[in-house]
């Protein structure tokens, strides 16, 4: 039982590029939620996914785009990556509504944009 | 709008003495509480929540956190901490919603042997 995995680990963009992070869990949870965590900023959500087949934008969704793939799946895509996009990237799940029930976290993705 | 604030950044403590970390919330509505651990690069685990029911709530490694209502206050306390204690901790408030989950800036805690 590997909870929530995600990759890359560490990534280093130009300005400009694009990427996806890919995340996955395996837990038969309902919602998926993408966060990103800066330095003195605590944890902001970007995007989430209460079930498969819907997502809706958080609290900072500019600059990003996401796909929940089937229920295990839920990626996050960068366009055109921006320095401002550098940060630590962290996906979660929760078997329903995260304001009542647990986040199970990843271990991150720390992203670069030089 | 509810917002989560952690006034301290750091707190340092000595093995075995017992700490408190703050956490105080605002919110028009009623709140769900929660404080979450970050292990040196780990993502968040859920420590405790308060959902309804009693105000004290603990987790199973000896922290405890006392939801009041009037001070808006929802204080994470341990008698005795450990030098694997160390960590940085997330408070946070919901409305109970999907995105409605508030994070506050974090305070790490460094226990010093």
């Known amino acids: 039982n590997a909870g929530v995995t995600q990759t890359p680990k560490f990534q280093v963009l130009k300005t400009g590029q694009s990427m996806t992070l890919q995340c996955a869990q395996d837990?038969?949870?309902?919602?998926m939620y993408w966060y990103r965590q800066d330095p003195g900023m605590g944890l902001r959500l970007i995007y989430y996914?209460?079930?498969?087949?819907?997502?809706d934008k958080g609290e900072v969704p500019n600059g990003y785009n996401v796909s929940r793939l089937n229920k295990r799946e839920f990626s996050l895509r960068l366009e055109s990556a921006a320095p401002s996009q550098t940060s630590v990237y962290f996906c979660?799940?929760?078997?329903?509504?995260?304001?009542?029930?647990?986040?199970?976290f990843g271990p991150g993705t720390r992203l670069t944009v030089t | 709008a509810q917002s989560v604030t952690q006034l301290d950044s750091q707190v340092p403590v000595f093995e075995e003495a017992p700490v408190e970390l703050r956490c105080n919330y605002s919110?028009?509505?009623?709140?769900?509480l929660f404080w979450y651990v970050q292990y040196p690069n780990q993502g968040l685990q859920l420590l405790l929540k308060?959902?309804?029911?009693?105000?004290l709530v603990e987790s199973i490694n000896g922290f405890e956190a006392e939801f009041n209502k009037s001070q808006t206050s929802f204080h994470l306390r341990k008698p005795s901490v450990h030098i694997s204690d160390t960590a940085e901790y997330f408070c946070?408030?919901?409305?109970?919603?999907?995105?409605?989950?508030?994070f506050g800036t974090g305070t790490k805690l460094q226990v010093i042997p």
């Open positions: 837990m038969n949870h309902n919602s």
């Open positions: 979660a799940s929760s078997e329903g509504a995260a304001g009542r029930h647990e986040q199970y």
């Open positions: 919110s028009s509505v009623s709140v769900y």
């Open positions: 946070a408030v919901s409305d109970g919603g999907y995105q409605k989950v508030t």
């Open positions: 308060y959902l309804s029911g009693s105000t």
């Open positions: 996914s209460a079930s498969e087949g819907t997502t």
